[in-house]
């Protein structure tokens, strides 16, 4: 398990360039939502105290009026979409169900703009995954970006057919979920301890996640599964890939159990940092931004070298 994750960050540290590239197409997306948020909030600023304020600390009380007036994409911004206060807020809309675009949660009531952008993200990512995959099968020949381009379009298709599967099966989970968190909460409104009533709420949650962690798992193996074996079958590849990854539930956990680690130990360093840096000015601004843009890079690091070590552990398996 350690050597082939250990081995696919290696292949990944050779074709560095990859990051850059996920990384390129989140700020070319988030831009499209980005420039005009920044027209709003200049136009909000325009001849106010809270404009120079900003320059050296958050003014909560603009924020405060703001929120209450902010209309379309503009009411979603917040201030915990920075900082680390990120994680716990995407944990929370994952276990309710809002997460991707209230899909599982029966609306998510999120801005249409927001949603779309979400959707274009959602295919940009499917479609990206062909290519890295046929990058990591064999990490030391390395990589064109015609050739990355190429290879994404040519998988496109079967690996989109492959999220739908995961899509449906996320909402399988989310749909035999719910009857358990009806009774989940009925034993814990009747709980005698607040011990025990925490425990039952905290394990259903736990679960969930288990079973969702359970479905990313087989669907990332089936994409690789697609690319290396060049299946044509999406359906074929999924029930190959819940096979393996039952036979290698171990190994398979274990990355993303080490990962899981890493991310978390990134989370902490980030808000240590984060804590510590003072934004007073457009300088420290700037060093603020290159300190999130650095995490961002980051994670999708750990999000590609866990995708390179499924590789390295799925081409072990057939060897």
């Known amino acids: 398990m350690l050597r082939s994750l250990g081995d696919g960050f290696r292949g990944l540290a050779r074709n560095y360039g990859l990051v850059l590239v996920v990384l390129a197409s989140n700020l070319a997306l988030a831009l499209v939502l980005a420039v005009p948020f920044a027209g709003v909030l200049r136009q909000d600023l325009a001849h106010t105290g809270a404009s120079s304020a900003m320059m050296y600390g958050f003014d909560y009380d603009w924020w405060a009026r703001f929120d209450g007036q902010a209309r379309g994409f503009a009411a979603s911004f917040a201030p915990d979409l920075t900082g680390t206060g990120f994680a716990l807020r995407n944990l929370d809309l994952l276990l309710r169900g809002a997460l991707p675009g209230g899909l599982f949660s029966g609306g998510g009531g999120a801005d249409g703009a927001i949603l779309g952008l979400g959707a274009l993200y959602w295919l940009l990512q499917v479609f990206l995954a062909g290519g890295l995959v046929s990058v990591f099968r064999a990490p030391a020949g390395g990589w064109t970006f015609r050739g990355l381009v190429h290879a994404s379009g040519f998988y496109f298709g079967r690996l989109l057919r492959v999220s739908l599967l995961a899509l449906a099966a996320a909402g399988l989970v989310f749909a035999a979920y719910a009857p358990l968190a009806r009774w989940t909460d009925g034993l814990a409104r009747e709980a005698v301890s607040e011990r025990t009533a925490l425990a039952l709420l905290l394990g259903r949650s736990a679960l969930l996640l288990a079973a969702l962690a359970a479905v990313h798992m087989v669907s990332s193996y089936a994409k690789v599964i697609v690319v290396c074996e060049e299946r044509l079958s999406a359906a074929l590849a999924v029930l190959s890939s819940a096979g393996f990854c039952a036979r290698n539930l171990l190994p398979a956990a274990g990355q993303y159990a080490v990962v899981l680690a890493l991310a978390l130990a990134l989370l902490g360093a980030f808000g240590w940092l984060d804590a510590r840096l003072a934004v ?27 995708l390179a070590g499924q590789v390295e552990l799925q081409q072990g398996g057939r060897r």
């Open 280 to 306: 007073s000015g457009w300088k420290s601004q700037l060093l603020a931004l290159a300190l999130f843009q650095a995490f961002v890079a980051a994670r999708i690091a750990l999000r590609l070298g866990l």
